[in-house]
């Protein structure tokens, strides 16, 4: 298993590196492990205070990359020529070795330890000078001895000459020129003449042009001065490589010097990459133990945001050795268990740790099983692969092990899970193994408690806002809290009573009381009246319905929105009759809204048949009246309607 991919130290590890110079230090950070010597430990701490401090003291450390030094140094002890581009790295290595111990120099002024590693670098000042003074952009300086000198200056008077003898010749047959410069021709200075004029200029064609017109012919005057450049050029590689073999044999006879500079300069990139990442992390120095005492206060997860993390209060030794965490899911549990084991691995790294303070055991191993852990090249499910890892664990156990196991037990059927958590917990208690622990499982949670050297803690959670607060409190067995977000969600009390006696048994659910949850004289009342209050409210209802739209109301119809006159009232069934333009509709009175009152619109005692009946059926209603009139009879035009 990959014990600092599963707690995320491996993310650590690459910040680590990103603040590293050297390609040692950067490969050291990787190889990385935890010390398991006391006091080596307690040096490394140290180291990394103090670097820490002459940072925010002296600013960032003149480190610079030595990469590749250490070969260029090895072919000067074996007798090869180092190129001017080698000789300058070597430089500005020498340089960096001068600021570093310049920079560590100043900090003995402020009592630091580390910056005392300043006598260890030796300084080899005529070296880079004399390399310096002879090397210059990549080539070995005019300067570099009064020889060189002299034979360039020699060149540059010979090429004049050859130059000179040339553009005399042009001048002297412009008429043969097929241009106005010369070039020069392997090397040789030459003058373009043209083909049919070739006899006219003597000397030796070198060349022509890609058509044949043009001839490139070396001016038999400046033919002694190529010969003589040669000779100069011959000189001149001479007393280079002779410089370059010089300076060669000085960084040879500093070899022991330089590598020994390079080893302390490595060395002090990695401390001080450890201080870099302390003051990126806001961290501090942990206090060690050998007692199996773990204390943090104010812990963070390094990873998260300073701002958005909860500190966290953890503290385990003495007569504890086991911590059975449990909480709502989502409520920080595998957040802690990681964020104490990180910690106590990059202390026992040498590394700070974020805490306000810190008091951590060294631990011999550290053994978890976080995650889902599904193989599926190995057909695993999630509860075999969480076994398979945990036969792992309990091999490897001892009793200065730190053991962290995330939703022990979990994967397979409850009973079982349950039961093979309690075997694998003694287990761990009985290696005397530090372990942190988060379950589901209340019998854990009884286990915890009924067991010496085992204590259970609880993510709080914040019942008034449902959310959880990422605070452990350890002495208190924590609750999923699924029934009182349930409750405060609005499931009724019954169900959760059944939910818990299906859950815990008869005697837990008599405990539970619930928001909504009546008294039991109340409840007796509600069971009494309950039948007979939903017919009586069915009958209310008509009754109020039949009341609801009277004649002359002013409704609007839905889902047209059009306004109609109420012209006869909600019967039995909910139906009324509207007038709208034009005709009456018959309408369940859910789809009508009152818009205006007929008490609003017309005066008491008004005559609505005015609105809804016919000129001729009022007529022969008044007729009728007044006496009886044989073969009238009245009938509606929308009667059929």
């Given at each position: 298993?990959?014990?600092?991919?599963?707690?995320?130290?491996?993310?650590?590890?690459?910040?680590?590196?990103?603040?590293?110079?050297?390609?040692?230090?950067?490969?050291?950070?990787?190889?990385?492990?935890?010390?398991?010597?006391?006091?080596?430990?307690?040096?490394?701490?140290?180291?990394?205070?103090?670097?820490?401090?002459?940072?925010?003291?002296?600013?960032?450390?003149?480190?610079?990359?030595?990469?590749?030094?250490?070969?260029?140094?090895?072919?000067?002890?074996?007798?090869?020529?180092?190129?001017?581009?080698?000789?300058?790295?070597?430089?500005?290595?020498?340089?960096?070795?001068?600021?570093?111990?310049?920079?560590?120099?100043?900090?003995?002024?402020?009592?630091?330890?580390?910056?005392?590693?300043?006598?260890?670098?030796?300084?080899?000042?005529?070296?880079?000078?004399?390399?310096?003074?002879?090397?210059?952009?990549?080539?070995?300086?005019?300067?570099?001895?009064?020889?060189?000198?002299?034979?360039?200056?020699?060149?540059?008077?010979?090429?004049?000459?050859?130059?000179?003898?040339?553009?005399?010749?042009?001048?002297?047959?412009?008429?043969?020129?097929?241009?106005?410069?010369?070039?020069?021709?392997?090397?040789?200075?030459?003058?373009?003449?043209?083909?049919?004029?070739?006899?006219?200029?003597?000397?030796?064609?070198?060349?022509?042009?890609?058509?044949?017109?043009?001839?490139?012919?070396?001016?038999?005057?400046?033919?002694?001065?190529?010969?003589?450049?040669?000779?100069?050029?011959?000189?001149?590689?001479?007393?280079?490589?002779?410089?370059?073999?010089?300076?060669?044999?000085?960084?040879?006879?500093?070899?022991?010097?330089?590598?020994?500079?390079?080893?302390?300069?490595?060395?002090?990139?990695?401390?001080?990459?450890?201080?870099?990442?302390?003051?990126?992390?806001?961290?501090?120095?942990?206090?060690?133990?050998?007692?199996?005492?773990?204390?943090?206060?104010?812990?963070?997860?390094?990873?998260?945001?300073?701002?958005?993390?909860?500190?966290?209060?953890?503290?385990?030794?003495?007569?504890?050795?086991?911590?059975?965490?449990?909480?709502?899911?989502?409520?920080?549990?595998?957040?802690?268990?990681?964020?104490?084991?990180?910690?106590?691995?990059?202390?026992?790294?040498?590394?700070?740790?974020?805490c306000k303070e810190a008091d951590i055991c060294m631990n011999s191993a550290y053994l978890c099983d976080i995650g889902d852990g599904q193989d599926?090249?190995?057909?695993?499910?999630?509860?075999?692969?969480?076994?398979?890892?945990?036969?792992?664990?309990?091999?490897?156990?001892?009793?200065?092990?730190?053991?962290?196991?995330?939703?022990?037990?979990?994967?397979?059927?409850?009973?079982?899970?349950?039961?093979?958590?309690?075997?694998?917990?003694?287990?761990?208690?009985?290696?005397?193994?530090?372990?942190?622990?988060?379950?589901?499982?209340?019998?854990?949670?009884?286990?915890?408690?009924?067991?010496?050297?085992?204590?259970?803690?609880?993510?709080?959670?914040?019942?008034?806002?449902?959310?959880?607060?990422?605070?452990?409190?350890?002495?208190?067995?924590?609750?999923?809290?699924?029934?009182?977000?349930?409750?405060?969600?609005?499931?009724?009390?019954?169900?959760?009573?059944?939910?818990?006696?299906?859950?815990?048994?008869?005697?837990?659910?008599?405990?539970?009381?619930?928001?909504?949850?009546?008294?039991?004289?109340?409840?007796?009342?509600?069971?009494?009246?309950?039948?007979?209050?939903?017919?009586?409210?069915?009958?209310?209802?008509?009754?109020?319905?039949?009341?609801?739209?009277?004649?002359?109301?002013?409704?609007?119809?839905?889902?047209?929105?059009?306004?109609?006159?109420?012209?006869?009232?909600?019967?039995?069934?909910?139906?009324?009759?509207?007038?709208?333009?034009?005709?009456?509709?018959?309408?369940?009175?859910?789809?009508?809204?009152?818009?205006?009152?007929?008490?609003?619109?017309?005066?008491?005692?008004?005559?609505?048949?005015?609105?809804?009946?016919?000129?001729?059926?009022?007529?022969?209603?008044?007729?009728?009246?007044?006496?009886?009139?044989?073969?009238?009879?009245?009938?509606?035009?929308?009667?059929?309607?």
């Amino acid at each position: 298993m990959n014990i600092e991919k599963q707690i995320e130290f491996n993310q650590i590890k690459e910040l680590w590196m990103g603040l590293a110079v050297t390609e040692w230090a950067k490969e050291k950070i990787k190889e990385t492990s935890f010390c398991l010597s006391e006091n080596r430990l307690r040096k490394q701490l140290r180291d990394t205070t103090d670097g820490k401090n002459l940072i925010e003291k002296l600013g960032t450390p003149p480190l610079q990359s030595v990469n590749g030094i250490k070969e260029i140094i090895g072919m000067a002890e074996k007798g090869d020529c180092l190129t001017p581009d080698q000789l300058e790295r070597t430089e500005r290595a020498l340089a960096a070795m001068k600021r570093l111990k310049d920079y560590l120099g100043r900090g003995k002024a402020y009592g630091n330890s580390l910056a005392y590693y300043e006598e260890n670098l030796n300084i080899i000042e005529d070296l880079g000078e004399e390399i310096g003074r002879q090397i210059r952009n990549g080539m070995v300086g005019d300067h570099a001895s009064g020889e060189l000198g002299q034979i360039r200056g020699q060149i540059i008077r010979c090429e004049e000459h050859m130059k000179q003898r040339a553009e005399q010749v042009m001048r002297s047959n412009k008429a043969y020129m097929a241009d106005h410069y010369c070039t020069f021709r392997n090397g040789r200075i030459c003058v373009p003449v043209k083909k049919e004029y070739k006899l006219k200029v003597p000397g030796s064609v070198m060349d022509k042009s890609s058509t044949g017109n043009t001839l490139f012919i070396e001016p038999a005057g400046a033919a002694k001065y190529y010969e003589e450049l040669q000779q100069l050029r011959i000189d001149e590689e001479n007393e280079v490589y002779r410089i370059l073999y010089t300076l060669t044999a000085m960084v040879a006879e500093m070899a022991d010097a330089m590598k020994e500079n390079i080893v302390w300069m490595e060395k002090l990139d990695f401390i001080f990459s450890k201080a870099k990442i302390s003051i990126d992390l806001g961290a501090v120095e942990p206090s060690v133990n050998t007692e199996r005492r773990i204390v943090l206060k104010d812990a963070r997860h390094p990873l998260m945001d300073r701002e958005r993390n909860v500190p966290l209060q953890f503290e385990i030794g003495r007569d504890v050795h086991g911590v059975i965490i449990t909480g709502p899911n989502t409520g920080g549990k595998t957040v802690a268990i990681k964020t104490v084991m990180l910690n106590c691995m990059m202390a026992q790294c040498g590394l700070h740790v974020t805490c306000k303070e810190a008091d951590i055991c060294m631990n011999s191993a550290y053994l978890c099983d976080i995650g889902d852990g599904q193989d599926i090249a190995e057909n695993l499910s999630t509860f075999s692969a969480h076994i398979k890892n945990v036969l792992e664990v309990l091999e490897e156990v001892d009793e200065n092990s730190f053991v962290i196991m995330d939703e022990l037990g979990s994967g397979t059927d409850p009973t079982e899970g349950m039961g093979i958590a309690v075997a694998i917990l003694e287990e761990l208690r009985k290696s005397g193994a530090i372990f942190l622990v988060t379950t589901h499982y209340p019998e854990v949670k009884e286990y915890a408690d009924r067991t010496e050297g085992i204590r259970n803690a609880k993510m709080a959670f914040d019942k008034e806002t449902l959310k959880p607060t990422y605070q452990m409190v350890i002495g208190e067995a924590g609750e999923s809290c699924a029934f009182y977000i349930a409750d405060r969600l609005g499931m009724p009390p019954e169900m959760l009573k059944v939910a818990v006696r299906a859950a815990y048994g008869e005697k837990a659910a008599d405990s539970y009381r619930f928001h909504g949850e009546l008294s039991p004289a109340k409840a007796r009342e509600a069971g009494r009246s309950s039948g007979r209050i939903l017919k009586q409210r069915e009958g209310k209802k008509k009754k109020d319905l039949g009341r609801k739209y009277r004649i002359g109301d002013s409704v609007m119809v839905y889902p047209d929105k059009k306004i109609g006159i109420v012209c006869e009232p909600v019967n039995e069934k909910g139906i009324l009759r509207v007038q709208m333009p034009g005709k009456k509709i018959w309408i369940n009175h859910k789809r009508v809204k009152l818009h205006v009152a007929a008490t609003e619109l017309y005066p008491e005692g008004y005559d609505f048949s005015i609105l809804f009946d016919t000129v001729e059926n009022r007529k022969i209603r008044h007729d009728m009246e007044r006496k009886y009139t044989e073969g009238i009879a009245r009938c509606d035009e929308d009667k059929t309607d």
